[in-house]
């Protein structure tokens, strides 16, 4: 009894302020200037209740310790909000510049409004620079994930091909490779929401059921062709 009450606790998940404390360790190791800002944002919340409760209410003690309760829990609040946005740049940090990084982004940030896939539409299987695409208000977008001078080849034969499968539908590029004047990989999505809008919601499923009927144009690699597989013989 005692050996399945120890399974237990060693299998069950931290708590919330575990959790709480250790993405504020990763983000402090990654980000130093976040722990800073994350005070000086409670600290602005606490001297503004401090403030209103001194000159607004400077003989209503009751109203004054409103005031002061107030501005301290939206200082906490806005703390807990800058060390969410800095500890997302550090997880996004750490594994830019990965193979996969853009499929990860895309598949657990986008609004429902924009729809990808964590998996990529092209991919040159020497190098490892892959196209990943996102289809959205704006219209089709194509991210290439990789040095830009290797993924432009790789962006130009697939809009040869979205121009073939969904004609008229406005296409974008969106670099995401580290080079100079590439998109930072925490800066993917809100960089798509800025894009101008070119389709309305009909347009967008249209092109949605199109493109599902395109499937991946991901490379075979070579070996055994599965047709060409005999039953083996007793």
Do not use: C
């Not at 830009?148 to 080849?153: D, E, G």
């Amino acid at each position: 009894m005692a050996k399945s009450e120890k399974k237990l606790k060693v299998n069950r998940e931290p708590g919330r302020f575990a959790q709480l404390w250790s993405v504020y360790k990763m983000t402090a190791k990654v980000d130093k200037s976040a722990v800073w800002l994350s005070v000086l944002a409670l600290s602005i919340g606490v001297l503004a209740g401090v403030a209103l409760g001194v000159f607004l209410a400077p003989t209503n003690g009751w109203l004054a310790a409103v005031y002061i309760f107030t501005g301290s829990l939206s200082g906490l609040l806005s703390g807990l909000i800058v060390m969410s946005k800095r500890a997302e740049r550090a997880a996004y940090s750490r594994i830019e510049g990965q193979a996969g990084a853009v499929g990860a982004v895309l598949s657990s940030t986008l609004r429902r409004n924009w729809q990808a896939a964590d998996m990529p539409v092209a991919m040159n299987p020497k190098t490892r620079e892959a196209i990943y695409r996102a289809v959205g208000p704006a219209g089709i977008v194509l991210i290439g994930e990789g040095q830009r001078s290797r993924v432009q080849s790789l962006l130009e034969d697939e809009r040869r091909k979205l121009n073939r499968i969904a004609p008229g539908a406005p296409v974008h590029f969106i670099y995401v490779s580290g080079d100079e004047g590439s998109t930072p990989l925490y800066k993917l999505a809100p960089t798509l929401y800025k894009l101008k809008k070119g389709m309305s919601r009909s347009e967008i499923t249209a092109v949605r059921n199109r493109l599902a009927s395109m499937g991946m144009s991901l490379p075979i690699p070579k070996g055994i062709d599965p047709t060409k597989i005999r039953a083996q013989r007793r």
